[in-house]
């Protein structure tokens, strides 16, 4: 699927992104990863998540720490688990499995990145500002227009 790559070498792309200064402090950077969803139904985009990261040089457990917080489709969960994460100090927050974990995480920082995967429009969804901002990421926004049989 092209959008899990494209979201994958952005993840790749904020992870580049820290500063040098902070590679050089700290042994191993912490990315969160907050989600929507459950790790049952996202194994196979954990997978490629996890494997852009090494293409990146950044193997988790060796210099890269992930921190997980999963709703489980209980989605009133997600602004306490995207605080949890700034309050980590998380080096970037990884949100995925619908628009309401960017938009949690987004509500939470305007400071620490945020690398986001939605299926909608992410200005009117408010992810992301312009100009400016700490999101960014990926969309598939598609439009089904039927055509009436004449």
């Given amino acids: 699927m092209s959008s899990r790559r494209d979201f994958i070498t952005l993840i790749g792309g904020a992870a580049a992104m820290w500063p040098l200064g902070a590679r050089g402090q700290q042994a191993e950077q912490v990315i969160g990863f ?3 969803r459950s790790p ?3 194994a196979d985009p954990l997978a490629g998540f996890r494997r852009g990261l090494k293409e990146g040089g950044f193997v988790e457990g060796q210099n890269v720490v992930i ?7 209980e989605y009133g969960r997600l602004p306490e688990m ?3 994460l700034v309050r980590r100090q998380v080096n970037v927050i990884a949100a995925v499995g619908g628009e309401l974990s960017g938009v949690a995480a987004k509500r939470a920082t305007n400071i620490i990145p945020i690398a ?3 299926g909608s429009d992410p200005i009117k969804g408010a992810l992301v500002d312009r100009p400016g901002g700490n999101a960014t990421g990926v969309t ?3 439009n089904f227009c039927p055509v009436a049989a004449i």
Avoid: I, K, P, V
């Avoid at 921190?67 to 489709?73: H, I, L, P, S």
């Fill in 34 to 36: 907050l989600s929507a």
């Fill in 40 to 42: 049952g139904d996202s």
């Fill in 67 to 73: 921190e997980f917080r999963w709703a489980n489709g």
């Fill in 82 to 84: 995207a605080a949890e």
């Fill in 116 to 118: 986001f995967a939605t």
């Fill in 140 to 142: 598939t926004l598609t």
